[in-house]
């Protein structure tokens, strides 16, 4: 069964210093794998996804992820942290057939300090 | 874009109140998904649609029912609000064509008191 882990309910970093959600999954397969953002009293916000090729994968805001397929890992990295960045922060996975359904870690919640 | 639109940001019911939260899509996309947000327990797949007059269980049905009469709408239906059900409530809708990528709707916030 498919199943993601994101091992922290809360980060906290300082403004301009560097960040990292971790993001671990099982699937067999090859994974669909996604992060995606959501700010107070919003939907869910798309921010990267890998779907093959290059482990290091850019999305929206600054925000990058790699790929580990020995480590099965998908973490979220910034290389400079912003106040606005503070938000709650999804991975999800899903297998690479178009009726995979998505599966959701349970949220990270990023908190930048000035 | 895709813009996918939900009736109501916030919403308060009573127990055992008959409960509708409309979902549309403008982009003509078969497949649509009702989630439900808990705090701690992240996102949760309450009934999916492939297509119209279609309908599959999720993870955590019970409860709920869902329609989809038109393509462009998901409803999803509480035919008897239950406090339990106080919830974040999230619409999405996949485009196949971008390796099942959802975008998602704003959410209703339903409260059942």
């Known amino acids: 069964a498919q199943s993601v882990a994101q091992p922290e309910d809360q980060v906290n970093v300082a403004e301009g210093n560097p960040l990292t959600v971790k993001c671990t999954y099982s699937?067999?397969?090859?994974?669909?794998l996604f992060w995606y953002v959501q700010y107070p009293n919003r939907g869910l916000q798309f921010l990267l996804k890998?779907?093959?090729?290059?482990?290091l994968v850019k999305g929206s805001y600054g925000f990058e992820a790699e790929f580990n397929k020995s480590q099965t890992s998908f973490h979220l990295k910034k290389p400079s942290a912003l106040v606005s960045d503070s938000a709650l922060y999804f991975c999800?996975?899903?297998?690479?057939?178009?009726?995979?359904?998505?599966?959701f870690g349970t949220g990270t919640r990023l908190q930048v300090f000035p | 874009d895709v813009k996918v639109t939900q009736s109501s940001r916030y919403l308060v019911k009573r127990t055992g109140e008959k409960v509708f939260l409309e979902c549309v899509q403008d982009m003509d996309h078969e497949n649509m998904f009702w989630y439900r947000q808990d705090p701690g327990l992240g996102l949760r797949l309450i009934y999916f649609?492939?297509?119209?007059?279609?309908?599959e269980k999720g993870d955590i049905p019970e409860g709920y029912s869902v329609s989809r009469e038109k393509k462009e709408r998901f409803s999803l239906i509480l035919e008897s609000a239950s406090t339990n059900q106080t919830s974040m409530y999230l619409c999405a809708t996949l485009r196949t064509s971008s390796y099942n990528e959802q975008f998602f709707g704003p959410g209703t916030r339903l409260t059942v008191l």
């Open positions: 699937v067999s397969g090859n994974p669909y």
């Open positions: 649609s492939y297509d119209v007059k279609m309908k």
């Open positions: 999800a996975v899903s297998g690479s057939y178009n009726t995979d359904k998505l599966i």
């Open positions: 890998y779907i093959t090729g290059d482990n």
